[in-house]
């Protein structure tokens, strides 16, 4: 479990193909001195496994479901990442609760910068655009933001203050750009529960 808030912005320096796999390395001396091999980091949003590290990064293993379903597939020498560490039972949760379950991806339609901020509106996959409201939250490459408008159905507008376009890689994107994308937890289970009520089953 995560919180959406970003601990450091790795950068991926190499990407080795294997057989069935594809190992990426990240280097993020802040993060990587403090992991294990087995501990789990959300890398853009997607929760992936350490499997080697040294005191300056770290690899992890991702094989081709992950590589479809997310914007792992795109990543070369040189792409920044947002990155969080597992939450601590005894942690704060200042964002809101993220498995780390990528949902699907979505696109970066338009940044307009007003006045000392960001706004951005992203284009969501229709299964998180069903479970989004207004003031509630959305995870977008791993970043816990609260949506501030709905301007179309499957459009989320949010409000990027200075503090998050510099310490994430929200700040380096540009018009269609994908994102990983992961709907409130809260919003996923209501659903399941009203649908499972209109088809006359029990929850």
């Known amino acids: ?15 080795e193909e294997r057989t069935t796999t594809r190992r990426f390395w990240v280097e993020s001396p802040s993060l990587a001195s403090g992991l294990r091999a087995g501990d789990s980091v959300a890398v853009d949003g997607a929760c992936l496994t350490v499997v080697e590290h040294t005191p300056r ?8 479901t992950t590589l479809e379903r997310t914007i792992a597939g795109t990543y070369a020498e040189g792409s920044r990442v947002n990155l969080e560490r597992a939450l601590r039972a005894d942690g704060r949760i200042d964002g809101h609760l993220v498995q780390g379950h990528v949902d699907g991806i979505g696109h970066l339609v338009q940044c307009i910068m007003d006045g000392e901020f960001w706004r951005m509106d992203f284009r969501l996959p229709s299964e998180v655009a069903d479970l989004t409201v207004e003031r509630g939250s959305v995870a977008l490459n791993g970043v816990s933001l609260t949506v501030s408008q709905m301007p179309a159905r499957d459009v989320c507008r949010i409000g990027v203050i200075p503090y998050t376009h510099e310490h994430t890689n929200l700040g380096g994107l540009q018009a269609g750009a994908r994102v990983n994308v992961e ?11 009203l649908a499972q009520r209109a088809g006359g089953r029990s929850a």
């Open 183 to 193: 709907g409130d937890l809260i919003g996923r289970y209501v659903a399941k529960v």
């Open 1 to 15: 479990m995560f919180t959406g808030i970003v601990e450091a912005v790795g950068v991926v320096r190499d990407v």
């Open 57 to 64: 990064r770290f690899a992890v293993d991702v094989i081709g």
